[in-house]
C-alpha cells in the first residue's frame, strides 16, 4: 500500500516539476566528459577530446580509446599502445594542464564507425565516457557540440556570433528539455526565475554577437543548450552546448547567500589569482539589463557609494573581500565578482537585508571647526570583546588603518560592560583635510567582519579673541543720539528751535532727567558687556558637534576621561599601515594638553578679572562726570597701562 501511495504521488506531480526536469547528482556517476557524438566523412579526419579531473593520479594514469562490443571494450590506442589496424593513422596526445586528452583519427573508413569509451586506468573502473562515431560517405555532416567541462561553484562563459544580418533578432540560451527548450535567458529581459542573479547576457563586438555568463553552476546545470539568434526550432541560427558539471575538492567555496542587519555591514568574498598583475576585478551589481559597476581595483568607486563600500586584496588566500556599509532595503539583490581573466572564478552572491540593530553603535556624522579635539567613538557588544577592533580612514583604493585605543577593558576576571567598551580614534587639533569618512570595524584570525562608517566634516574656526581693551562702544548711540549727519542731542538742542509754549522750567526738567538717567544707562551697559564678554570666553572653550539634524554644543571637558587614552597628539596619512596588519601605532598624549587647559583656565580667569576692573574705573569716572553739567561726554575707554 505505501509503495502504490508513492507512486501515486509521483504521477501526480507536474510534468515541469522542477525536481523531475534536472539530472540529480547521483546520475552524475564518472568525472570523465566528451563528445556525446563525432561525425565524419569518408577519407577525412576527427578528433575527439576527453575530460578529465586533473588529479595527481590522474596526471599518471593511463588514458585510452576502446572499442565497445557487447559487455568489452578493445583497446584502439592507449598512452602505451596502438592497434595494428590503427598503425600510422590515429594518435592520442594528454594535455593534464587542461585537463583533457585528444584522440585524432585520420583515414577514415566506414569500419571505423561505432560505439567507443574513453577514459582513464584500466577498463572496467568506472572512469571513462561513451562516444559515438558516424562515418558519413559524403558532406556534409552535422556540426558537433561544443564541450564545456565546468567546476561545481564555479561560472561557465560561452560567446556566440550569427552574423551582422541577426544583430536585430532576438538572442537567447535555453536548456535541452524532452518537452521542447527551457528559456534561460534571452535579450528581451526575459528570465528563468531559477536563475534569477544568476545568468547574465551580454552584447559583444562584432554586431550579432553575444556572450552568456551562468555563475554559481550546480549538478542540474549539466546537460545540452542552445545559443541562437531568432526562435528554437522555428526560425533563425543556433548553436549546440554540451554542459558537464564536475567537482573538483580543491575548489574553494564561496557563500552564496549574504545576510546584514539594516544600517549595518555586509562582507563578500571574490577569488582572483594573485600572480595575474593585469587583471581587473569589479564588483557589480547584478540587472536583467546588464551588471552596474560599483568598485573595482583601479580606484573607481560609483556616486552614491562614496564611504560605503571599500575593496581588499588577500593575496594569501587568493580572494578580494569586499564591504558594504550602511546597508539599506534597496541594497538587496545579487553582486557579481567579474574578472578579465580565469572567468571561472567569477561568482555571484544574494544580498538579503534585515530588520535589526547593528551590533557596532556610535555617531554616524560629526561636524567640528578646524583646530578643535575630536574624538570618534565605536561602541561594541560583548560577542565582539575578543576580536581586534580597528579605526581606518576610507580611500577609493581601501581603507587605511589609523592608530586607535580601547575603553573600558575588563579587569582578570570582570564581567563584560556593553556601555563602557568603546574603540576611540581621537584628533587633538582636527584640520580641514582630516575630512572625509572613517571606519571602526573587527576583525578575527585576519578575516574582517562587522564595520561602521563616520563621516567627518570640518568647518571653518573663528581664531578671533575678543577682549574688553579691544571693545568699541559708541557711547553716544547708546545714549539716544543718532549717527553723524542725523539731528542733534538732546543736550545740544537750540532754545530757538524749541516750540514757543515751552517754558524755562521745562527745559530745566529735561536736562535734570537727562542727568539721572544717563550715568544710570551708563552702568546698565557696561555691566551687560562684561556679563557677555565672560559668557564669550565660556563659550570659546565648546566644541560645535552635528549629529544627524541636531546641533549642540558639548564642552571640553565631557572628553576628559577619554584624554589619557588618546590615540595619538594628531592624526596623520604618515601613520598608516596596510589594512590587514595585527599591529596599530598608538602614542600618548603628552603634558602639553593639561598645560593648555590650565592656560585656558587662567586666561578666562584674568579677562573676567581685567572686566571687573575696567567696570569699577568706567563707574569712577561717570560719577565724576556727572557734575560737568549738560555737555557731558561718558569716557568709557580703558586706562593706558591696561591697554
Not at 585537463?99 to 572496467?124: H, K, M, P
Not at 531568432?230 to 554542459?243: H, P, T
Not at 549629529?547 to 549642540?552: F, H, L
Request: net charge negative; glycine share 8%; hydrophobic share 35%.
Amino acid at each position: 500500500m505505501i509503495l502504490l501511495a508513492f507512486l501515486f504521488l509521483l504521477s501526480s506531480l507536474p510534468a515541469g516539476s522542477g525536481r523531475l526536469r534536472h539530472l540529480p547528482k547521483a546520475a552524475i556517476s564518472s568525472p570523465v566528459f566528451g563528445p556525446r557524438q563525432v561525425h565524419g566523412v569518408l577519407g577525412g579526419s576527427v578528433t575527439v577530446k576527453c575530460f578529465y579531473p586533473a588529479t595527481p593520479a590522474n596526471r599518471h594514469a593511463r588514458k585510452y580509446w576502446c572499442r565497445q562490443v557487447g559487455s568489452r571494450c578493445t583497446t584502439v590506442v592507449s598512452t602505451e599502445y596502438v592497434a595494428p589496424a590503427y598503425q600510422g593513422r590515429i594518435s592520442l596526445s594528454d594535455h593534464p594542464e587542461a585537463e583533457n586528452f585528444q584522440l585524432n583519427i585520420s583515414a577514415l573508413v566506414l569500419e571505423d564507425a561505432g560505439t567507443f569509451q574513453c577514459g582513464l586506468g584500466v577498463n572496467g573502473k568506472g572512469l571513462s565516457h561513451g562516444v559515438t562515431l558516424s562515418v558519413a560517405k559524403a558532406p556534409p555532416v552535422p556540426e558537433a557540440a561544443e564541450l564545456f567541462y565546468v567546476k561545481l561553484r564555479s561560472t561557465w562563459s560561452v560567446s556566440c556570433s550569427f552574423g551582422e544580418d541577426t544583430a536585430a533578432q532576438r538572442r537567447y540560451l535555453c536548456k535541452k528539455e524532452k518537452d521542447g527548450c527551457r528559456n534561460i535567458i534571452n535579450s528581451y529581459q526575459e528570465i528563468d526565475p531559477d536563475f534569477q542573479g544568476r545568468a547574465l547576457l551580454t552584447f559583444e563586438e562584432p554586431p550579432g554577437s553575444f556572450s552568456v555568463t551562468m555563475t554559481q553552476m550546480d549538478w542540474e546545470d549539466t546537460g545540452l543548450y542552445y545559443c541562437g539568434a531568432g526562435e528554437y526550432g522555428k526560425e533563425g541560427k543556433s548553436k549546440e552546448l554540451d554542459v558537464f558539471v564536475y567537482e573538483d575538492k580543491n575548489f574553494p567555496q564561496l557563500k552564496t547567500t549574504v545576510t546584514g542587519k539594516n544600517g549595518s555591514s555586509a562582507t563578500f568574498e571574490c577569488l582572483y589569482d594573485p600572480l595575474k598583475k593585469s587583471s581587473t576585478r569589479i564588483w557589480c551589481k547584478w540587472r536583467l539589463q546588464g551588471c552596474d559597476k560599483i568598485i573595482d581595483n583601479s580606484g573607481f568607486v560609483k556616486f552614491g557609494y562614496e564611504g560605503r563600500v571599500a575593496m581588499f586584496e588577500n593575496p594569501e588566500n587568493q580572494t578580494v573581500t569586499i564591504i558594504l556599509n550602511q546597508l539599506q532595503a534597496k541594497d538587496e539583490g545579487f553582486y557579481w565578482c567579474l574578472s578579465n581573466e580565469l572567468k571561472e572564478q567569477q561568482s555571484s552572491t544574494e544580498l538579503k537585508v534585515v530588520k535589526g540593530e547593528p551590533a557596532l553603535t556610535g555617531k554616524k556624522k560629526v561636524e567640528a571647526p578646524a583646530g578643535s579635539r575630536v574624538n570618534l567613538t565605536c561602541s561594541y557588544p560583548c560577542k565582539y570583546s575578543s576580536y581586534e577592533k580597528y579605526w581606518c580612514r576610507w580611500n577609493y583604493t581601501g581603507c587605511a588603518v589609523l592608530p586607535a585605543q580601547e575603553q573600558g577593558l575588563p579587569e582578570p576576571g570582570a564581567s563584560c560592560d556593553t556601555a563602557t567598551r568603546t574603540a576611540v580614534l581621537s584628533f587633538e587639533a582636527l584640520q580641514e583635510d582630516d575630512e572625509g569618512w572613517y571606519w571602526c570595524g573587527v576583525k578575527r584570525n585576519g578575516i574582517l567582519g562587522e564595520t561602521m562608517a563616520v563621516e567627518l566634516r570640518v568647518s571653518s574656526g573663528s581664531d578671533a579673541k575678543h577682549s574688553p581693551e579691544l571693545l568699541d562702544l559708541d557711547s553716544s548711540r547708546e545714549l539716544g543720539a543718532v549717527p553723524p549727519g542725523g539731528a542733534y542731542s538732546d543736550a545740544e538742542v537750540r532754545k530757538g528751535d524749541l516750540p514757543e509754549s515751552s517754558s524755562s522750567d521745562e527745559s530745566h526738567g529735561s536736562n535734570t532727567v537727562a542727568l539721572v538717567l544717563g550715568p544710570l544707562a551708563g552702568l546698565i551697559l557696561i555691566a551687560v558687556t562684561a556679563f557677555a564678554i565672560v559668557k564669550y570666553r565660556q563659550l570659546k572653550r565648546s566644541d560645535l558637534v552635528s549629529v544627524g539634524s541636531y546641533r549642540t554644543n558639548i564642552s571640553m571637558s565631557d572628553f576628559e576621561n577619554v584624554r589619557d587614552l588618546s590615540a595619538s597628539n594628531r592624526v596623520k596619512e604618515s601613520q598608516e599601515t596596510p589594512m590587514g596588519g595585527d599591529e596599530f601605532i598608538t602614542t600618548t598624549d603628552t603634558q602639553e594638553s593639561e598645560a593648555d587647559t590650565m592656560k585656558a583656565k587662567r586666561s578666562s580667569k584674568e579677562d573676567a578679572e581685567l572686566t571687573y576692573s575696567s567696570f569699577l574705573v568706567t563707574s569712577e569716572r561717570i560719577a565724576q562726570g556727572s557734575s560737568g553739567g549738560d555737555n557731558a561726554v561718558l569716557d568709557v575707554s580703558p586706562p593706558q597701562d591696561q591697554l
